[in-house]
């Protein structure tokens, strides 16, 4: 008998929302330029979107049909988290707390908080502690409306645990990224010396697990002579690049990720005028994260200016237990819009069609469209701009992964 | 046949914490003052807390109980939202995207947006509707974990709509504050005009639905004049009193509050040195809304100067369309502690003990302990403080209330 294609209609959609489509991430006013479809339709077939419309002009779709009444919600593309540390043991509650005290994130970190407090705990979870960890992770991201999702390494930092992070990151369905540059852990007396480890016992197993390499270019962790060295080392690899630049101090990360072809540049809260023009002047995207921003109680990052200036920028949350605490790509578009000043099209767009590009995955999801993959969320408001006007609401009414429905509240 | 009391034991809890109790709201360092039992168990016996200890200390509690497992699991108070406005029609998506744009709150309230064109959509609902969105709007907060709330008419602004509105409240299980002077609606030439129609024609029933009366004393609404005058009358008729107050501008709010007795005055972003002195030096709880500073990206009132001067403070969400569409308590205590600089001690006591005061509510919710009302959130997190540190999680895994399970995640 042959096997019947598993179809799904969702009809009756108060609003259907898509950002533009294009080989490259959009820029300027096409960040902007989102297609609202009213009273409308989608169709999935299998694994992707076979049609979408408005209701008045749906054919009959003929043979085996699941059906899901759309009425009162709007769908959006399934959102894309282009940027999340989830590989993690412990937590840092206590630092949290602190912090609300008035303690520096600087500070606690050269007071040995912070990152290698994770790393400790991280070492100590073992594998299947951490792939459990990452499926928990990676359920709560669901429930927001992440179907595809980066995952970084970088809380191990010892050979063992940086490749558990990525094939836990794997199993979990998301994007591995190589964070082999994160910090330096506690039995390296120095950058150089890890480094010198690092690419040489790690990276050669890591390539083989990881789309991408990431450095943390920042005062306290790698500079821009010893990031260009990891980062030519994993280009030549064959891994894709990402850098966290800008975050406390303009470091030289944007000239350097533009001279190297890189995906992003992530962060970016202390990118001046002239770092905004490099970057518009190039193809690497800007990776804004307004909730770590928050986290911290930090500025902000100029994401108008450089919206403006002609960058290419995408949003994401930028999760980790110890700058921002959060999988919610619903608030990133929130304070998108209350924060940054972003129309809520261009928030839309910035988590969907632009976070896939820098994934490498631009050319497949992160609209709505005939022949893309069947990613979508329902969302429980008749208009698709409460997905960011409803502030830390239940917004997400339904999630569909790959045609198939992963989550319902 | 005798009716068996229904007893639940929540057992094998990680934490339970409680504020410190009191005849009045807590202030200075009382407002940190928790007390948190690890390994713990809570006993409820129909809508009241029977017992609560370390598990090691529970004797069998014998007769017939349902038990449910806290492992992993902490519990808190029911949450209580002192400030809300629930009752509304319509929404207010378009001016949240002219916003981002740049346009300012008080600018699009002039332009005939903002309140008013609120009032239109909630004039239009009918009751029926209206029952239908307060009840709606509840569900929200319940699923944040807010147990006890109070919900403000004002957007009727007409005799039928404001009754109404209240009646909607009650019937949710709020607490209904007539807020007869949050705008003057467009068929009265000015505020003093529709002032006399108020207090002549909805005063007198709304006095037999709500338990305070509350007013929006700031530029473009009502002065401290016509606030004297609305709140004396609704004193007189045995409502208690609130006030918005120093929101865009210091306009006399906290010295009137002071004066006339009031529970709260309410936003305080605009107050002064002097302001905090006044407001310390009386019995008004000043309520703290974050959120709506965030939602319109304007500056977060003097928290930490309000609490070291030994004032008494909430906080709240002032859920609201067009300017803080959030039912969420655990989002503002992750402002509290990342904006406000407040410990995750002192924003639970404001979202619980303290905003319980400020309904009257005081002396039987809040607080975990023997004789209180049975109710309750088990936070899916080892540590309470998660609360405040997963800023948008899915962080309550269920709500109690009144002895029984009313949401579950």
Known sequence: MPQVAHRLLVRDLAQVVSPAGGPAPLRGAA???????EDAFVLLREGSIESVGRMRDLAPPGGEVEELDGRGLSAIP???????????GGDRV??????AAGA??????????????????TRALGEAGLRARVARHADWMLRHGTTTWEGKSGYGLDRDTELASLRAVSEAGGSPTWLGAHAV?????????????????????????????????????????????????CREAGLALRLHGDQFTESGAVPLAAELGARSVDHLEATSAEGTRTLAASDVTGVLLP????FLDRPMPPARALIDAGAAIALATDFNPGSAFTTSLPLVCSLACTKLKLAPAEALSAVTVNAA????????????????RADLVLLDAPDWRYLAYHLAGDVVAAVIAGGRVAHRC
């Open 31 to 37: 960040l902007a330029d989102v297609r609202v479809v």
């Open 78 to 88: 399934g959102l894309v988290d282009c940027h999340t540390h989830p590989a993690w």
């Open 94 to 99: 206590e630092e949290f707390s602190l912090r």
């Open 104 to 121: 520096g994130y600087e500070e606690l970190h050269a007071a040995g908080g912070g990152i290698l407090s994770t790393v400790r705990a």
């Open 185 to 233: 852990p506690p039995e390296f007396d120095d950058a150089d010396a890890y480094l010198d480890f690092a690419l040489a016992e790690v990276l050669p197993d890591a390539a083989g697990l990881a789309d991408a390499a990431d450095v943390f270019l920042e005062r306290g962790a790698f500079d821009a002579v010893q990031a260009r060295r990891y980062l030519l080392a």
């Open 291 to 294: 909730a770590s921003a928050l």
């Open 357 to 372: 590009h820098v994934l490498g995955f631009g050319a497949d999801r992160g609209r709505i469209a005939p022949g893309l």
